[in-house]
């Protein structure tokens, strides 16, 4: 298109001498179209700025949603293996517990045995010790009636037993402590 334009110029520029080729109709159609070619090439160059701010937008653009899908797609990566981490963190930590409650309801029962079993001792206890300090009472009893009518022969033996008694009775205590 441009080649016709410019053929129809040099033809009009041959002929331009005359005033009458001047007023024809085909000087004016290559006047409008050497106007038209000055017009389309204004347009092509404004064409052209625009088109080279959006293709260098567009490769700017393009290069940083490119890095922003690698960096979300790492980011996912990272979270992805954190999850199943955690989730396996989760479950191993599930497990502990579970098995720490049957742990602790297994202590709680031994406790509360214990705990039975010691004041079933403790009751065994304080009841021997109450036999116990009744009969050393009553030998204490016995011993002074006995030195009161019989003099110090049976006194002595009295002692002895006494002391056997209690030396039993002590051992037993000592064992239950």
């Not at 002391?163 to 205590?173: D, G, N, Q």
């Amino acid at each position: 298109m441009r080649v016709l334009a410019y053929a129809l110029c040099a033809a009009a520029a041959a002929g331009a001498d005359d005033a009458e080729t001047k007023n024809r109709p085909v000087t004016k159609v290559i006047n409008l179209l050497k106007d038209m070619v000055k017009q389309l090439e204004k347009e092509a160059e404004e064409d052209e700025e625009v088109y080279n701010k959006v293709a260098c937008w567009c490769q700017t653009n393009d290069k940083e949603k490119t890095k922003s899908i690698a960096d979300a797609e790492g980011r996912i990566d990272r979270l992805v293996n954190k999850i199943e981490e955690e989730t396996a963190s989760s479950s191993r930590l599930n497990t502990e517990i579970k098995n720490l409650e049957v742990e602790v309801e297994k202590n709680q029962k031994a406790l509360d045995q214990a705990t039975a079993n010691r004041k079933k001792e403790l009751a065994e206890f304080n009841e021997d010790e109450k036999d116990t300090l009744q009969s050393i009472s009553a030998l204490k009893s016995a011993v002074t009636v006995l030195s009161k009518h019989n003099g110090g022969a049976a006194l002595l033996d009295m002692q002895a037993a006494l002391r056997s008694t209690m030396h039993t009775h002590a051992a037993k205590v000592g064992d239950m402590l």
